[in-house]
């Protein structure tokens, strides 16, 4: 079974150049990262090594905290978190215009980051993904348009798609990372093989909320200005 969002009802008024060029970012990232474990998986290792989060060396590595973010396990991994970003994110850097939207994406995955690792912090593996960030562009966008709607593409022996409201499928997808990330504790401190980074997205969720309250938005009359009917 296989559930994404796919469109969202809320109109934007600006190009989303800074989410396209995160997306570029991550997609020419991961490129890289696959080109180096084709040619040698040794050269992949110590890549991750040098740029992905280990919550046990992250006081010497401070700057993991965003590379971190910029890196990826799989396909499946960052074409999921690319999609999420780019239907959610529009709507989150409209309003906030693009400088303050990306101080908003990079701080919203720093504290996703930390929050990780608060639950896990003598933890070895790597963390890596942009989904903390993500969240934080979904908690943003709850409390901006929780009136807009989602169009979910739902895929298990066909393909179909649905609505829904979008504070519906955000609250739902939020309550689905608490109840995960609870069941997980006391597994993760000390674990050798990676999972789901489930404070990861909790954190970054509720970073999104708090930092789109204190970032604000553009003013009314810039709209105003920018378009009209």
Do not use: C
């Not at 396909?75 to 906030?96: A, C, K, S, T, Y």
């Not at 993904?129 to 969240?135: N, Q, R, V």
């Not at 997808?173 to 050798?192: D, H």
């Amino acid at each position: 079974m296989f559930i994404i969002p796919i469109k969202v009802s809320q109109r934007s008024y600006t190009l989303p150049v800074v989410t396209a060029l995160i997306v570029l970012a991550n997609l020419a990232i991961f490129v890289h990262q696959f080109s180096l474990g084709w040619t040698d998986p040794r050269l992949l290792n110590h890549f991750m090594r040098l740029y992905a989060l280990r919550p046990a060396f992250l006081w010497s590595h401070p700057a993991t905290l965003f590379t971190s973010m910029f890196l990826h396990s799989g396909w499946v991994h960052i074409l999921g978190n690319m999609v999420f970003l780019w239907v959610f994110g529009n709507g989150v850097e409209d309003e906030l215009g693009h400088f303050k939207y990306l101080v908003f994406y990079l701080a919203s995955g720093a504290v996703a980051g930390l929050a990780q690792v608060a639950f896990s912090p003598f933890s070895h593996v790597p963390i890596v993904g942009a989904s903390g960030a993500i969240a934080g562009v979904m908690g943003a966008y709850l409390i901006k348009f929780p009136r807009s709607h989602v169009v979910m593409l739902f895929w298990v022996l066909f393909i179909f798609t649905f609505d829904l409201p979008a504070w519906l499928m955000l609250v739902y997808w939020f309550l689905l990372q608490l109840f995960g990330g609870f069941g997980s504790i006391g597994e993760s401190e000390y674990a050798q093989t990676g999972g789901v980074a489930f404070f990861a997205h909790i954190g970054g969720f509720v970073a999104g909320i708090v930092l789109m309250r204190l970032l604000g938005k553009r003013p009314r009359r810039w709209r105003d200005n920018y378009y009209s009917e």
